[in-house]
């Protein structure tokens, strides 16, 4: 009875100052009051209204996508405070908080069948030269919104002579990027985003905004999202170091036969050992593609991909005058991967030259939506034939098994992907330096498996761990312990193989920023509270 007495009294309040899809908060006092306190601009939409179903395409991995009952969208920091706090007051809040960016995680984290934060209207990105934020200086900065894709910021970077290091697919998210690792293509030449932020804005749990630096009085937030993903506050503004927007992109895709497998493998090997130039680098993959992207069957196809940038500090100097000493300035393209494509038959060649904030857009087709999808593997630090002859025969044997139970593994990939030794001198000088321990530079292995039917969720992740297995026995053949990579998470890995021996770090920084373990949906820190309510899976040990 009084419930519905003040469900009418709700319904007959004059117009929100949000824009409202649906009918979900009528009779929720909480998220009434948010309607009124959101921005004119910001959205609520809830369940089978049109920006709702939107959010629910939005998720690369089809099995992520689920139907929120409420989903924000914000578009100022106070805007996603009061979501936050109207969440803990809202019945579809308090067990099912989710805050979404890209939508391309691997971990389930960012949907939610209650209360969900769709952060993609945020999505501006800015260049600011002399930032001074607090305790840092930063002579430019690439400052990008939580909610953007990487295509949004290299479409405003592009043609400024600046950009940031973000994803090769331009419709990833910059938030689980940047929180997650941060591998780019230029992250052989300047680091990894990680080693690259120098501040966050950040929602607290509490509602409360802070900047987070490496110095300030919320340094331990810094160093846990520099590799600790999503799990502490929502981030509506990073703050990275910029990097010089490289002149020329070129790419090399080559289709090698089949007879040419062997050679293309040692040829790899080969160019993982001499390569000297930081702006040039390779990938390696083995996938299930049609020869022709845009027609014909696919057929597992040996796709090997080349890319050199022009060295900016090469380019800069020599029309001023001489190129100092230390700098050692680039072969051409050809010269560079001569060796790599020496005595292969190729099938096809495309080259392509594009400005550098086009660059993400030749990875797009190679990775459609509307699958079931995985994005995993660990890495090693050194890249030896038997271990690139084991992965890939592991990798057709994926794709044979998956066409035999009648499955489509159309643009299913396994890609091994080359690293600049000590990121040019811009790795970390210690594993505690970041909550992802990544002292040792090593080279990235991917499986992206695709599938229809959730039926053989379990048959993939079998092929996961046996591709893992691979790696990891290689690894502990030849040289130390090497962290996975965390925006390649696999199901199965325990945080110990993902975050070392900072976990214990982790959990503490967890506990003190969300006390109520309100984050909680994909990999859980083990803070107290989140084991006693059931939601931790990320404990100080291994399993
Ligand atoms: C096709 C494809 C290509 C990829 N390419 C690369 C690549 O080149 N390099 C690379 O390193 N990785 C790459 N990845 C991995 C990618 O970085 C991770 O999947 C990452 O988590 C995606 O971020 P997102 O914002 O799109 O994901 P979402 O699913 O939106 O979010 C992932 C996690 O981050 C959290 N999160 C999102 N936004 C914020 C925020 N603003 N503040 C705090 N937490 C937040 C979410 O809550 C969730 O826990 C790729 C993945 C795919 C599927
Ligand atoms: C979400 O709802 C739509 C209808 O609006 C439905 O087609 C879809 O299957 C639902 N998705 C999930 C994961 O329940
Ligand atoms: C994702 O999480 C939901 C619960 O929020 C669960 O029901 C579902 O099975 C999970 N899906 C995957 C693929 O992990
Ligand atoms: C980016 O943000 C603007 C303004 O908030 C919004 O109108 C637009 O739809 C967003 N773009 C995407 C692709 O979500
Ligand atoms: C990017 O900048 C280049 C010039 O540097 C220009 O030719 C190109 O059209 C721009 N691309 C986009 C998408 O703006
Ligand atoms: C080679 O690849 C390009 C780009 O995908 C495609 O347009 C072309 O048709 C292919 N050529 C052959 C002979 O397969
Ligand atoms: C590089 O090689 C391609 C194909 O072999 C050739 O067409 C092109 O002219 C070469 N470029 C240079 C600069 O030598
Ligand atoms: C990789 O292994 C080869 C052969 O065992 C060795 O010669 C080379 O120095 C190693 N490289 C690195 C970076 O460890
Ligand atoms: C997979 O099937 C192809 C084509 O039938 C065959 O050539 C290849 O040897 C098989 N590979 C494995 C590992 O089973």
Same mark, same amino acid.
């Given at each position: 009875m009084y419930l519905q007495f003040i469900c009418i009294l709700l319904l007959i309040i004059p117009a929100t100052s949000a824009f409202v899809q649906g009918d979900c908060i009528s009779c929720d006092a909480a998220l009434t009051k948010l309607s009124f306190q959101l921005s004119p601009e910001a959205a609520i939409s809830c369940r089978n209204s049109p920006l709702q179903k939107q959010n629910a395409k939005r998720y690369w991995g089809k099995q992520y996508g689920k139907n929120a009952t409420i989903v924000v969208f914000p578009v100022t920091k106070e805007d996603v405070s009061h979501a936050v706090q109207a969440a803990s007051f809202s019945r579809y809040g308090e067990r099912d908080l989710a805050f979404v960016c890209g939508g391309h995680g691997q971990t389930n984290a960012s949907s939610s069948s209650g209360f969900l934060i769709d952060l993609s209207w945020m999505n501006s990105t800015k260049i600011l030269h002399n930032l001074i934020l607090e305790d840092v200086t930063i002579s430019t900065a690439i400052a990008y919104q939580g909610?953007? %894709?990487?295509?949004?910021?290299?479409? *405003? *970077?592009?043609? *400024?002579? =600046?950009t940031a290091v973000g994803a090769r697919v331009g419709s990833v998210g910059v938030g689980g990027f940047s929180t997650g690792g941060g591998i780019g293509f230029l992250a052989g030449a300047y680091g990894y985003a990680i080693d690259r932020l120098r501040a966050l804005e950040v929602v607290l749990m509490s509602g409360k905004i802070v900047l987070a630096t490496k110095t300030n009085r919320y340094s331990d937030l810094f160093w846990a999202m520099q590799g600790g993903g999503g799990q502490f506050g929502i981030v509506t503004t990073f703050y990275q170091e910029a990097v010089p927007e490289p002149t020329s992109s070129q790419f090399g895709v080559w289709i090698v036969a089949r007879k040419s497998w062997e050679r293309a493998r040692q040829n790899t090997v080969d160019f993982f050992r001499s390569n000297n130039d930081p702006y040039s680098l390779m990938y390696y993959s083995l996938g299930y593609y049609p020869e022709d992207l845009a027609k014909a069957k696919p057929t597992t196809l040996m796709v090997m991909v080349g890319i050199q940038f022009a060295n900016p500090e090469c380019h800069l100097h020599s029309p001023y005058g001489p190129i100092p000493s230390h700098i050692r300035c680039q072969k051409g =393209?050809?010269? *560079? =991967? &001569? +060796? @790599? @494509?020496? +005595?292969? %038959? @190729?099938?096809? %060649? &495309?080259?392509?030259n594009v400005p550098y904030g086009q660059a993400t857009e030749l990875s797009t087709l190679f990775f459609p939506y509307g699958h079931r999808r995985g994005f995993w593997g660990p890495q090693t630090s050194n890249v030896t034939m038997p271990f690139v002859d084991a992965a890939s025969k592991q990798m057709e044997l994926y794709i044979n098994q998956s066409l035999n139970r009648g499955e489509s593994p159309d643009s299913a990939v396994w890609v091994l992907q080359y690293m600049y030794p000590g990121q040019n001198g811009h790795g970390p000088t210690s594993d505690e330096a970041t909550a992802w321990p990544h002292t040792q530079t090593a080279h990235q292995t991917l499986f992206s498996p695709s599938w229809r039917s959730a039926e053989n969720d379990a048959f993939v992740v079998r092929h996961n761990d046996a591709l893992n297995q691979i790696t990891y026995d290689h690894q502990a053949s030849i040289g130390p312990f090497i962290a996975d990579y965390p925006n390649y998470i696999s199901p199965k890995a325990d945080g110990h193989r993902v975050w070392g021996d900072n976990i214990e770090r982790l959990i503490r920084i967890k506990a003190k920023y969300d006390p109520e373990c309100r984050i909680h949906q994909g990999r859980v820190f083990a803070s107290d509270t989140c084991i006693e309510r059931g939601w931790a899976n990320v404990y100080p040990w291994k399993s």
């Open positions: 909610g953007a %894709i990487w295509k949004q910021v290299t479409d *405003t *970077t592009n043609g *400024t002579g =600046f =393209f050809n010269a *560079t =991967f &001569s +060796g @790599l @494509l020496d +005595g292969l %038959i @190729l099938e096809n %060649i &495309s080259t392509y």
